[in-house]
C-alpha cells in the first residue's frame, strides 16, 4: 500500500500519545489541554484525498481500480459514473445521496480508512453541475490526477479544466497517460513528449507524467500467485512509488504530525517532571526510613552499653546465690544423712546443680523482666513519636497496620524467656557438679568402708555374744565404735572440704558465666528491637510497592521518549 512509511510513523505517533495518556493516568501528571484528543483523533484519522479527473471513457475507474487491486468501480464500454462519487471507508456497504451531482459511497473496505477517493463523471461530461462540485474537492485534495486516454490526449476538456488550477495546487498534480497496453513503446514515448510540451505552453509547469494500464495492473494484483512481471509491464509501479512519496511528503500532513508530535514531547516532559518528583519522593522516604532504622540501632546499642552496669548486680547475685547452695550443701553433707544416703543413693550433685540453677534463673528473669519492661516503654514511647513522623513523610498510618503493644509485649516475654534459658545452659556448661561428682562419690567410698566395718564388727560381736563367748564381744563392739567414730570423723572433716572446694568453685565461674551472659543480652535485646523493627513491615511494603510501580513507569517513560525521538528524526 501506498506511503507505509507515512502510515508507520502515524501510527506510532498515536501510539505514543495514547501511552502518554496512560502513564499520565498513573502518575497523577495533569496534561490536561496539551492532547487535544479530539483534534489528534480526526487529524491523524483523516484519510488522504486523490481527486481522479479526466475525459469521458479516459479510463478512470479502471485506474482506481488497477491502483487499489479491487474492483471498487464499475467499468464498462459505455460511460458508468455519471455523478461525482466519494468513495469513503463505512463499516457497511452503502450509497448516500448528497446532491442529484453528488454522491457518498461507504464501503467497509481497508484502504480506504487511509485515502478517500473522488471519481468524476468526465471533464466532457453533459452532467450538470459536476465540474463545479470537482472543483470544490480540488483545495482539499492531495493528490489530482488527471487522467488522459491514450488514444486522445489532448482533450481540450481535460487541459482546460487543467489551467484553471491554482500555480499553488499544481505540485499536487500529476498526469496519467492511461490504456498504454493499446500502443507501441515508441508511440508511448512520443506521446509523453508531446504532453511535456503542451504542459509547459498551458500551464507552464512539467508536472509528472506516467504512461499505464490500469487493465493489467488490475489482473496482476488479482491473479493468484501476483504477476509481478505483468505489474512491472502496466506502468504502475513508477506510479506507485509516486504516490507513496507524494503521501510521505506532504506539507501539510508531516507539519501536522509535527504539531501532534510536539504537543506529546511536551506532555511527556510533563509525565517526566512527576516521575521525578515521585523518584525524589521514594528517595527521601528511603532515606526517612534508614533514619528510624538507625534510630532502633541506637535504641539498643544504649541499652546494650548500659549493661556493664548491671554485670556488678548480677555477680553479686551470683556470688549470693552460690554461698546459699553451698550451705545447703554443708547440710546436706551431715555425717547422718549422708550415711542414710548410701542406702537409698546419692543424688546431691545433681539435685545441688538444679537448686543454683534455679535460683540462678529466677533472679535473671526478675532482672530480664525489669529491663524488658524498660525496653518496651523506650519502644513504645519511639513508637508515639514515630507515629506522627511516618504519617506526614509517608501517608502510612502506622496504628492500623501493626499492634504495637502485643508485639511489645511478645517481644518482653521471649526477652525473658531466653535470658532465664541461655543462663540455664550456661550453669550447665560451667561443668560444676561434674566435679562436685566426683569428690562425693570418693567420699562415699571411704563412708561406705567404715560403714561396712561397723556393720561387720556388731554383727561379728553378736554372735560372739550369743556363743557366750567370755570377753570377745566386748573387743569387737569396740573396735567397731571405733570404726563408727572414725566414719563420723572422715564425714565431719570432708564436708568442710567439699563445701569450701565447691563455693570456691562457684565462685571462680562468676566471671565466665557473666561473660556469656553479657553476649546473651546483647542476643535478646537485638532479638527484641528485631521484632519492634519488624513493626515497620507495613512502612517497608509501601515503600517497596511504591517503587516497584515506579520502575515499570520509568521503563515505559524511556520507551515513549526514544520512540518520539525516532519520529522527530523521521519527520
Known amino acids: 500500500m501506498f506511503g507505509e512509511r507515512y502510515f508507520a510513523t502515524r501510527e506510532r505517533l498515536s501510539g ?41 471513457n479516459a479510463g478512470k475507474s479502471t485506474l482506481i481500480n488497477g491502483l487499489f487491486g479491487q474492483d471498487l468501480c464499475k467499468v464498462n464500454v459505455l460511460p458508468e459514473t455519471h455523478r461525482v462519487t466519494w468513495y469513503r471507508h463505512g463499516p457497511v456497504a452503502r450509497d448516500v445521496e448528497i446532491t442529484p451531482v453528488l454522491e457518498e459511497r461507504y464501503r467497509p ?19 450538470k453541475d459536476h465540474q463545479q462540485i470537482t472543483e470544490r474537492f480540488l483545495p482539499a485534495a492531495d493528490l489530482i490526477l488527471f487522467v488522459f486516454p491514450v488514444t486522445n490526449p489532448w482533450g481540450a476538456a481535460t487541459w482546460d479544466f487543467v489551467s484553471k488550477i491554482p500555480e499553488g495546487g499544481l505540485n499536487r498534480v500529476a498526469f496519467i497517460i492511461q490504456q498504454k497496453d493499446q500502443r507501441e513503446p515508441t508511440d508511448i514515448s512520443v ?11 498551458r500551464i507552464g509547469h512539467v508536472p509528472p507524467i506516467f504512461a499505464v494500464s490500469g487493465k493489467l495492473a488490475c489482473e496482476a494484483k488479482k491473479t493468484a500467485p501476483f504477476s509481478r512481471s505483468q505489474l512491472e509491464k502496466s506502468g504502475f509501479p513508477e506510479l506507485e512509488d509516486f504516490i507513496s512519496r507524494q503521501v510521505c511528503g506532504s506539507p501539510e500532513r508531516r507539519a501536522l504530525l509535527e504539531t501532534w508530535r510536539s504537543q506529546a514531547s511536551s506532555a511527556l516532559r510533563t509525565v517526566e517532571d512527576c516521575i521525578e518528583g515521585q523518584t525524589r ?87 530480664a523482666e525489669a529491663d524488658g519492661m524498660e525496653v518496651a516503654e523506650a519502644c513504645r514511647h519511639h513508637w508515639g513519636e514515630l507515629r506522627e513522623r511516618v504519617k506526614a513523610s509517608m501517608g502510612v498510618d502506622l496504628d492500623g497496620s501493626h499492634p504495637i503493644e502485643e508485639t511489645l509485649s511478645v517481644a518482653k516475654q521471649r526477652f525473658v524467656n531466653r535470658l532465664g534459658r541461655n543462663a540455664q545452659q550456661s550453669i550447665g556448661n560451667l561443668k560444676v557438679r561434674n566435679q562436685l561428682d566426683k569428690v562425693l562419690r570418693r567420699r562415699n567410698v571411704a563412708l561406705k568402708s567404715f560403714t561396712f566395718m561397723t556393720l561387720a564388727l556388731v554383727t561379728v560381736a553378736g554372735t560372739l555374744g550369743a556363743l557366750s563367748v567370755p570377753w570377745l564381744p566386748f573387743i569387737f563392739c569396740g573396735a567397731a565404735f571405733l570404726f563408727l567414730a572414725g566414719g563420723f570423723f572422715t564425714a565431719w572433716a ?11 568453685r562457684l565462685l571462680d565461674t562468676c566471671g565466665a558465666f557473666a561473660t556469656t551472659l553479657r553476649n546473651d543480652y546483647e542476643e535478646a535485646l537485638r532479638a527484641v528491637f528485631q521484632d519492634y523493627g519488624d513493626s515497620l513491615t507495613a512502612v517497608r511494603k509501601h515503600l517497596a510497592k511504591e517503587k516497584q510501580a515506579v520502575e515499570p513507569r520509568l521503563k515505559q517513560w524511556k520507551e515513549l521518549f526514544l520512540t518520539l525521538k525516532a519520529i522527530e528524526q523521521e519527520l
Do not use: Y
Request: hydrophobic share 45%.
Open 16 to 56: 505514543v500519545m495514547t501511552g502518554i495518556s496512560a502513564l499520565a493516568g498513573e502518575t497523577g501528571a495533569d496534561i490536561t489541554g496539551k492532547l487535544p484528543f479530539e483534534e489528534i483523533e480526526k487529524g491523524l484519522g483523516n484519510p488522504f484525498l486523490f481527486v481522479i479527473c479526466g475525459e469521458v
Open 109 to 127: 473496505v481497508g484502504f480506504l480508512k487511509d485515502f478517500s477517493l473522488v471519481d468524476t463523471p468526465g471533464t466532457n461530461s453533459v452532467v
Open 191 to 201: 506521446i509523453l513528449g508531446h504532453m511535456r510540451d503542451l504542459s509547459m505552453k
Open 281 to 367: 519522593t521514594l528517595d527521601d522516604q528511603d532515606r526517612f526510613l534508614h533514619q528510624i532504622e538507625r534510630e532502633i540501632d541506637a535504641m539498643r546499642e544504649r541499652f546494650v552499653a548500659r549493661l556493664s552496669r548491671h554485670l556488678p548486680g548480677v555477680a553479686e547475685v551470683f556470688q549470693t546465690e552460690a554461698v546459699w547452695v553451698s550451705n545447703v550443701l554443708s547440710s546436706r553433707l551431715g555425717a547422718a544423712r549422708s550415711t542414710f544416703r548410701l542406702f537409698t543413693g546419692d543424688r546431691t550433685g545433681q539435685e545441688m546443680e538444679s537448686l543454683f540453677i534455679e535460683r540462678l534463673q529466677a533472679a535473671i528473669e526478675a532482672v
Open 494 to 504: 570432708t564436708r568442710k572440704r567439699i563445701v569450701l572446694e565447691f563455693r570456691d
